[in-house]
């Protein structure tokens, strides 16, 4: 354990061990003072200056002048109403929540909106407490300002939990402050939730009092920590999903916790944890089959950015090595043939020292596309590296292989031009073999001066089998001879 988590253990000691009559005053001296540490931090730094710290630390003020309000008023031989304080943490509870909404919308610009709706079925599901143990036992009196009182208490207490909800699922580069103004608010709702159930009158017994004093004290570390300035200079746009499915299933905890709850303690009621149990899990499990599906669609978009170029948005080479030993074994049980093509635009590397590399990315861009676009089915075209293409021809002859390079070739995006080299492979030939043939045949193609096309003379040689046969030649990045 650090010196500063065993100094603050040794403070809080000593702050149980004081005298009931010295704990209030010493609380709301701690309180003011963390308050004013947060407010000459907010004025030491210009970039803190937006509204929504403002009205988050308004609120902190609020509920911090309600306790010193309290503790302090028997002092001078005055009390405080409990009415009049619990109306006072309303009023600031409400504020800090939106000043909480503020900095998640500020600091998630463009976080999707199923962030807000976890957060609102956490929201929802923290009612259900709300109403066995606060709401509904006092609703049983008539209508009045107490039970008006404890109706706008519980909401307060919901609204919070939401807005801290939608906070955490911000996703930021440091979470620190993030989490610490988390921390700080379950503290302050579960302590505030304890004390109105258990009664007004346990507010002054240290179980209620060491936990208050703790939920400022971290407070005033997450607004001074340098994670709290950075999460507004870097907006993020993700959302943490694993938080997301972390809140979620704490909302369906929560329900069937008050019941269990309520049953040993013997409340009534229990009718509405039910029903807000099942519009919870509904709800969650609606959004936690999104959630999956997301994460699913993710995997297949990161999938394919593994497989494509990032130039051109042609397969990569990777795919190549993946596609060529599918094509090898479907030839062998078809028994139909394949031709391998080499396809390298002439002269490009003087190309990009005439007009630069921009216009020569702009070329191999065009190329792709007029190529890509002639595909017929079957057929599978990708960039093996520089300004160097590889085409798989299924089930072709000489003849047709021939055509279909030779068209392919004359679509290279003007002005430049392309050469070609290709070869035939045919069930239990090596493959690697035959794009070596292919690529010599390229060779022979850039020597008869390119711009032209030219087959491999002679088949590859047999070999056993066909398996794990792909071409580990590095790719050229300069341009033939």
């Not at 009931?20 to 407010?39: D, F, K, S, Y």
């Not at 503020?102 to 407490?129: E, M, Y």
């Not at 609703?139 to 107490?146: E, H, I, M, P, T």
Request: proline share 5%.
């Amino acid at each position: 354990m650090s010196r500063r988590a065993l100094l603050l253990v040794a403070l809080l000691t000593l702050f149980v061990l004081l005298p009931p009559a010295l704990r209030g005053p010493v609380q709301a001296v701690v309180e003011l003072t963390c308050l004013a540490l947060c407010v000459l931090h907010l004025r030491a730094r210009p970039e803190l200056h937006r509204s929504c710290v403002v009205v988050l630390l308004a609120g902190v003020t609020i509920t911090v002048l309600g306790d010193a309000a309290f503790f302090l008023a028997p002092l001078v031989g005055r009390k405080v109403p409990y009415d009049v304080g619990d109306l006072v943490l309303v009023v600031g509870y409400a504020v800090i929540a939106a000043g909480t909404l503020g900095i998640a919308r500020l600091v998630s610009r463009t976080a999707r909106r199923s962030s807000w709706l976890d957060a609102g079925i956490f929201g929802l599901g923290t009612v259900a407490p709300v109403l066995v143990f606060l709401v509904l036992p006092d609703a049983q009196r008539l209508l009045g300002w107490s039970t008006l009182l404890t109706a706008a208490y519980a909401a307060s207490l919901v609204l919070l939990g939401t807005a801290l909800a939608r906070l955490l699922l911000t996703r930021t580069d440091d979470p620190t402050a993030v989490v610490l103004l988390g921390l700080a608010g379950s503290m302050t709702i579960a302590t505030d939730f304890v004390v109105a159930v258990l009664g007004t009158g346990s507010r002054l017994q240290p179980g209620a009092q060491v936990p208050w004093l703790l939920c400022y004290l971290v407070l005033t570390a997450a607004v001074r920590h340098p994670s709290f300035v950075a999460m507004f200079a870097r907006p993020s746009s993700r959302t943490n999903l694993r938080r997301s499915v972390r809140l979620l299933s704490a909302g369906l905890v929560v329900p069937p916790g008050s019941l269990v709850l309520a049953l040993v303690l013997g409340y009534r009621h229990v009718w509405a944890i039910a029903g807000v149990a099942l519009v919870v899990s509904l709800l969650a499990a609606q959004r936690l089959q999104a959630l999956v599906v997301h994460v699913e669609r993710q995997n297949v978009e990161l999938g394919d950015l593994a497989r494509s170029d990032e130039l051109t948005g042609l397969p990569n080479r990777r795919s190549w090595n993946h596609e060529l030993p599918r094509a090898c074994a479907e030839a062998d049980a078809t028994g139909s043939g394949i031709a391998f093509a080499m396809l390298d635009l002439d002269r490009f590397k003087d190309y990009n020292d005439s007009f630069g590399h921009q216009a020569g990315d702009d070329l191999l861009r065009a190329t792709a596309r007029r190529w890509q676009a002639a595909l017929r089915p079957g057929e599978f075209l990708a960039r093996y590296g520089g300004e160097e293409f590889v085409l798989l021809l299924r089930g072709v002859d000489v003849a047709t292989a021939a055509e279909r390079v030779e068209t392919l070739r004359r679509l290279v995006a003007e002005p430049a031009t392309a050469s070609a080299g290709f070869a035939m492979w045919r069930p239990g030939a090596d493959p690697a073999w035959a794009l070596a043939r292919a690529d010599r045949a390229l060779y022979r193609a850039k020597g008869a001066g390119r711009d032209r096309t030219v087959a491999a003379d002679r088949l590859a040689p047999v070999r056993a089998t066909c398996e794990d046969l792909v071409s580990d030649r590095p790719s050229r990045e300069a341009s033939y001879p």
